[in-house]
């Protein structure tokens, strides 16, 4: 019998995909609405890193906004002045509004790690 990394009186189920360890049932967790298997120990270390990057992606967006607001007011009448820094201008803007974007994304990528299903639950249900 091939032993549970976790518990050595449990018998394997599955091998995490991510740190490539044997795990009993109780040991692997479904995530997502994809049903990814992962085992608990990956799940608690991912979740550690996603609530520390969470704080630091709320900062940026509202950074970028408070930095994009009063520049985008101003940008009609800068753009009109036929001024050359016009083109620096707009890339400066793009790459604040696309740094907002992408962390829009992960914020809403992070949410899914929300969603967990225990594999033992699972496998009585299919029984
Ligand atoms: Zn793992
Ligand atoms: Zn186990």
Redesign the pocket.
Known sequence: MKPCFNHETSEYEKT?P??S?DYCEYCLLLVGRRQTL??T??YSYIIRKIKNSTKRRYILILGGIIILAPTLMQAPDFLSSGNSDAALFFIFNLVIILTIALNIVRLVQYRSWNIIEKYSRTLKGLK
């Open positions: 995490c991510l740190c360890k992962i085992c120990n990956c």
